[in-house]
């Protein structure tokens, strides 16, 4: 093995379940002050789903992508939750027939997820969503082959994204309506996105 | 929370469950939270699908019927369905014809019901369009028209393009009709009290004990002022002002008019409401055709009123008087 | 006072005005507060008229139409109508075979109804008969059946004994069929939250925050208990279970039952009572013939819901099931 | 002349719609601790109304009853005006072609007039309602022929017979629903005959 294959996803979506169940109650609480406040449950439930499937995912890792999009796509109709549906669904179609992948398309798969994202969610760069800190990411890691040094590079893109987009307003999504509000304020989404990663390298507080 | 219930994450189930047992001449459950006509998609047929979350009973379930929808896509109250939900609905009514997805502009309803379409075109070959509604005219000024919030206004939509498909119409026509009656549709509400979302067990607002907001959204959303309640004049008035202000009529236009009660509001207080839009849209020169006045799209127990003008030509108006019968609806 | 309308003296004239130029192929107001079928009296065809005070719609207005009623008298919200406009009402519905005097057993309403109809008997010959439903279970025991207040049951016997004089059938027929059903109907209500009577200007009771009231009549009159809101259904199970402790049901019987929403109830809570109530009537041995849910016979915006079981037989069946056509109501 | 006559009539309207202007508060209040409270509203209304046609009622005594009968059957739809228009539907029968009807007869006009009511009403003597006040008062009145007797003897019946049920317990109308809670209070719809009884008399307080 070179890549992403069915084992690593399978010790990744424990890895999520477990951090979104752990930050469910941070996530609602951030959602809450100018959302629904429901991020958490989102997070929580669809990995969750996802990593209650994890035995029966197939080798072919597009197949197993496509699994985990389908395990949010039917338990978290939230925006955020079928945002990483339709992240996940282009994973899904770029791996689609390969069991292995090679860390070094990490950059591109996510390049792929964020125009996806974009596309479903009507949005721009710079409106202060997930999407932007999936943007830095990719940024980070572009080039890179190396996972631990991918993971790395991730870490400190999110913590960035946090930073620069801390101070803006937001521009999409139900904190819109908000505006100078929001200001100040960390992006659910993007808070959300810090715990995953948080939780894949080994971070994530209990 | 004063409501008839029993385990609020239950309310939604036990409803549909309700519904479809009270009327099975009409409906029928065949997946979890996806309503369809009991008699099974019509073959060569277009299908209509919609969707939206609970608590606006006769929308959107309620219109699942015969010169209206083939079926929908219920979520959690005022919460989206889930796409594969939603794809359930297009599969229930997928007669081999093309599917009309035809629903409210709400950012997480259109992703998922966007993903739901990607998702039985992959994987059943289901050709399908969209209309959006977007009737609600203080949710966004007209040069943003296309951001607007979808309320009432749908039902008319749900009538001439339910009516088009009866008529064995393809995607393409079925699809215009229900874009020229989304054009043709401007909606306004007024709230005076909120509704309670079972889950949440507190009131989606809160609104002093004389007040009313004018041009709140359904789901609580801020409008344009908030006051001391108006004459019922007034407040028809304005409301109707409001709606000739983005849409002019003028002498010769018809009109189909809508007084929707928002739950609490009795059907005495929209025939009050009414009899002032009438006299209103006359003295503008318009005359109305087939006006609507009940509980055509509600909030639960909220209290309150939206008033929804369609313009219409020949063609919407023969569509608007077909026939069409569900539980809640006969035309 | 948190309701749509202009002077509050108003509320009921512009509220006639507006339900009959909204529907004028269903109404008409041939006298103030009188409303009659808009194509008039059917000759040969026994006139049901009925009467009693505003705030209830559909009733009593709502049901004039095709095999439904003739015409209606309307009061002042919660208050009977004038014997004069009662008497005009019987004039109205006059086709020369009789009229059938058939509302709810209010004393005021009996005492004008009776001088009403002494008066058209002595001025203008017309023969007539009345039918008092008294059909709330809670408002006197069984032994007293008679003292008992007449709610929603009303629906079922306008529209058997409407379908009755619909084909052509003679006074004493009529009445039978009135008779017959009020009979077979039986009601009882409960109460979370009041309406007001737009000239009293306050609400007609108070309960705690989280209190109902079982057995609450439809103006607020008290009930059997009052205590902390229970669930939807512990609420039905006891209204269904004393609904069969006066009209006990055996296997085969077969009954229709209206769950009704006395106003600001939504459809989504009715729906989720009647589920309830089909499954403890069925475990009594009973089928459901069409179940009616929905807002038939409510009190403004008061929050509750009442129940009513009406058993059939053919005959009864067969008139229930027969066409009638009104604004509210299309069978 | 020598008995009620239309001009008699027309005085006798007078003072009752100006009685019953003046006593509207005090009925309302009255009929609203046990009951909706609207009983000044149709006292007053109802005895207008008559008085307003006063100059068109014709000399047929019947006749100007069966006028007074169907002024309150327009304008006043509670019990106490639709039993007020059937006493006087019942004067009208018995005094029908007649413009002359002596004192004497007084009586037995009320005693048709009570049982009309009765009937109406589907009460009973004993129930505290109006009626027993004019029972009391037909029996005071039999056999008297001088109008001031009459009066006279009516002004202390009235008085008798609140004073009698007072302490009783209401078996009619809106308040048998109080039960107990009625026994101390006037019966409204006496109180209101007592106030249109001291607008003949002219004891009305202004
Ligand atoms: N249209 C969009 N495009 C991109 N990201 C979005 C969009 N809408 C919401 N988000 C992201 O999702 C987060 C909120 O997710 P969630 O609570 O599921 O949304 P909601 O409850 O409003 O549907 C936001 O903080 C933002 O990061
Ligand atoms: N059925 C009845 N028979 C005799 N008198 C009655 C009856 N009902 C009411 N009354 C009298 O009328 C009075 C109340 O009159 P009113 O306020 O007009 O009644 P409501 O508003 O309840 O219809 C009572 O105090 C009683 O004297
Ligand atoms: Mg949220
Ligand atoms: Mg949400
Ligand atoms: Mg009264
Ligand atoms: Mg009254």
Same mark, same amino acid.
């Given at each position: 093995m070179?890549?992403i294959?069915?084992?690593?996803l399978q010790?990744?979506?424990?890895r999520l379940a477990?951090a979104?169940?752990?930050?469910h109650?941070e996530?609602?609480a951030?959602?809450?002050?100018l959302g ?6 989102t997070v929580?439930r ?11 995912l197939?080798d072919?890792?597009g197949?197993?992508?496509?699994a985990?999009s ?9 925006? $955020?939750?079928t945002?990483?549906?339709t ?8 791996? %689609? ?5 090679? $860390?070094s ?13 974009l ?18 990411i990719?940024?980070?890691?572009a080039? %890179? ?6 993971l ?7 913590? %960035?994204?946090?930073?620069? $987009?801390r ?10 309506? $908000?505006?100078? %509000?929001?200001i100040?304020?960390?992006d659910p ?14 971070k994530m507080?209990? | &929370?004063?409501?008839?219930l #029993?385990?609020?994450?239950d309310?939604?189930d036990?409803?549909l469950?309700?519904?479809c ?5 009409f409906?029928a459950?065949?997946?979890r939270?996806v309503i369809?006509?009991s008699?099974?998609?019509?073959q060569? +047929?277009?299908?209509i699908? *919609?969707?939206?979350?609970?608590g606006?009973l006769?929308i959107?379930? /309620?219109?699942?019927?015969? /010169? =209206?929808?083939?079926a ?13 939900q939603? !794809?359930g609905?297009?599969r229930?009514? #997928?007669?081999?014809?093309?599917i009309?997805?035809?629903y409210g #502009?709400y /950012? ?5 019901f966007? &993903?739901?379409?990607? *998702? ?9 369009? *969209?209309v ?6 203080v949710?966004?000024?007209? @040069?943003?028209?296309e ?15 339910? !009516? +088009? ?9 079925v ?6 009656t989304a054009d043709?549709?401007?909606s306004?509400g ?5 509704c ?5 067990g507190k009131?989606?607002f809160?609104?002093g @004990?004389?007040?009313?907001e004018?041009?709140?959204g359904i789901?609580?959303?801020?409008g ?5 309640? +108006?004459?019922?004049?007034?407040i028809?008035?304005?409301?109707i ?7 002019p ?5 018809r009109?189909?008019? =809508?007084? #929707?009660? =928002?739950?609490a ?13 009438k006299m209103?849209?006359e ?8 006006p609507l006045?009940g509980?055509?799209? *509600?909030? &639960?127990?909220m209290? /309150? ?9 020949d063609e ?13 609806w006969?035309?």
């Open positions: 070179t890549g294959s069915r084992a690593h010790i990744a979506l424990e477990a979104g169940a752990s930050a109650d996530l609602n951030q959602d809450g002050k629904d406040g429901d991020l958490g449950i929580a669809g990995w969750r789903e996802a990593a209650d499937g994890a035995t029966e197939p072919d890792v197949m197993a992508f496509l985990c389908k395990a949010f796509q039917r338990v978290s109709s939230s925006s $955020f939750g945002l990483i549906a992240g996940l669904m282009s994973a899904a179609k770029a791996c %689609k027939g390969r069991s292995d992948i090679p $860390f398309e990490s950059s591109a798969l996510l390049e792929g997820a964020i125009e996806a994202m596309k479903r969610g009507k949005g721009a760069l710079g409106d202060k969503t997930v999407i932007d800190m999936l943007e830095e990719r940024l980070a890691t080039g %890179k082959a190396d996972p631990q040094e991918i790395t590079a991730t870490d400190a893109a999110a913590t %960035k994204a946090l930073e620069r $987009f101070d803006q307003p937001s521009k999409l999504g139900r904190a819109r309506m $908000f505006g100078e %509000k929001s100040g304020l960390d989404g993007m808070l959300a996105l810090r715990r995953m990663i948080d939780g894949l390298t080994g507080e209990s | &929370m004063k409501k008839i #029993n385990a609020p994450q309310y939604v036990e409803m469950d309700g519904m047992t009270a009327h099975p001449e409906y459950q065949p997946e939270r369809a006509r008699g099974g998609a019509t060569g +047929k277009v299908g699908v *919609t969707g939206g979350g609970s606006h006769p959107f379930t /309620g219109y699942v019927g015969k /010169g =209206l929808l083939d929908a896509a219920i979520g959690d109250v005022f919460a989206s369905p889930s796409a594969e939603m !794809a609905a297009m229930h009514a #997928n007669g081999g014809a093309g009309l997805r035809l #502009n /950012g997480g309803d259109v992703m998922n966007d &993903m739901a379409g990607e *998702t039985v075109e992959l994987e059943d070959d289901i050709e399908s369009t *969209t959006l509604l977007a009737d609600d005219v949710s966004a000024p007209p @040069e943003e028209a951001k607007r919030r979808g309320v009432a206004g749908m039902v008319y939509a749900f009538k001439t393009a339910g !009516a +088009k498909a009866e008529e064995m119409a393809d995607l393409a026509n699809t215009r009709i229900a874009q020229k043709a549709c401007r306004i007024m709230a005076l009290t909120p309670t979302v079972p889950q949440a009131p989606t809160t609104l @004990e004389d007040e009313m004018m041009g709140m789901h609580g959303e801020p344009i002022w908030r006051d001391k309640l +108006k004459p019922a004049d007034a028809t008035g304005e409301m002002e409001r709606l000739l202000a983005d849409m009529l003028s002498s010769g236009d009109v189909s008019i =809508l007084v #929707n009660s =928002l739950g509001t009795p059907d005495e207080e929209l025939y009050i409401m009414y009899r002032h839009a209103q849209l003295a503008a020169g318009a005359s109305i055709v087939m006045v509980r055509y799209a *509600t909030s &639960m127990e209290t /309150g009123a939206t008033i929804t003008l369609c313009k219409l030509d919407l108006e023969a569509l608007l008087k077909a026939p069409a019968d569900c539980a809640f006969r035309v």
